[in-house]
T-cell receptor, first 113, second 114 residues
Framework: AQSVTQPDIHITVSEGASLELRCNYSYGATPYLFWYVQSPGQGLQLLLKYFSGDTLVQGIKGFEAEFKRSQSSFNLRKPSVHWSDAAEYFCAVVSGGSYIPTFGRGTSLIVHP | DTEVTQTPKHLVMGMTNKKSLKCEQHMGHRAMYWYKQKAKKPPELMFVYSYEKLSINESVPSRFSPECPNSSLLNLHLHALQPEDSALYLC?????????????FGSGTRLTVV
């Protein structure tokens, strides 16, 4: 069965600092990988996705993620964080068999001015 | 139109009430979903509709009754809910049931059962 681990419950960064949110997955083959962001009181918004091709994918709002097969990781990065990036971030995995995404528990990003 | 619209945004209902949540999309997506989300938790899948047919029911209690009148609309009928059903209810859509293109979520209905 597929699983997703987001090891950090909270991450605190200063505005303008760089950011990396970690995501590890467990699945035999290469799954479809996603990052979503959820602002308070809102639904989830798709930031980026990966299945094949270039392992560094660009998303919206200046985010990027790198797929590393050897580490079963799909970490989300941003070079300079803005106060408006404060939100909950969810990594998700979809395998070819189930079609139902498995979400990680989420990482709460706190941005200090 | 690249949105999923959910109404109402907030709903307070008693345990004997009947109410409905509505969801609408005009992106031509053929799969639609209901999710339940508790505070500080990831969303939990409730139902999947593919081409207007119920594809997956994740063992949801019968007090939740989904309906898909057409390819753009998805309803969730609520009856005799319990206080523990209070949550954010999210509707989502995707191009097809594989979900490989990713989901578009609505902003949700905040439900409080009193």
């Amino acid at each position: 069965a597929q699983s997703v681990t987001q090891p950090d419950i909270h991450i605190t960064v200063s505005e303008g600092a760089s950011l990396e949110l970690r995501c590890n997955y467990s699945y035999g083959a290469t799954p479809y990988l996603f990052w979503y962001v959820q602002s308070p009181g809102q639904g989830l918004q798709l930031l980026l996705k990966y299945f094949s091709g270039d392992t560094l994918v660009q998303g919206i709002k200046g985010f990027e993620a790198e797929f590393k097969r050897s580490q079963s990781s799909f970490n989300l990065r941003k070079p300079s964080v803005h106060w408006s990036d404060a939100a909950e971030y969810f990594c998700a995995v979809v395998s070819g068999g189930s079609y139902i995404p498995t979400f990680g528990r989420g990482t709460s990003l706190i941005v200090h001015p | 139109d690249t949105e999923v619209t959910q109404t109402p945004k907030h709903l307070v209902m008693g345990m004997t009430n009947k109410k409905s949540l509505k969801c609408e999309q005009h992106m031509g997506h053929r799969a639609m979903y209901w999710y339940k989300q508790k505070a500080k938790k990831p969303p939990e899948l409730m139902f999947v509709y593919s081409y207007e047919k119920l594809s997956i029911n994740e063992s949801v209690p019968s007090r939740f009754s989904p309906e898909c009148p057409n390819s753009s609309l998805l309803n969730l009928h609520l009856h005799a809910l319990q206080p523990e059903d209070s949550a954010l209810y999210l509707c989502a859509s995707s191009q097809d049931k594989t979900g490989f293109s990713g989901y578009t979520f609505g902003s949700g209905t905040r439900l409080t059962v009193v």
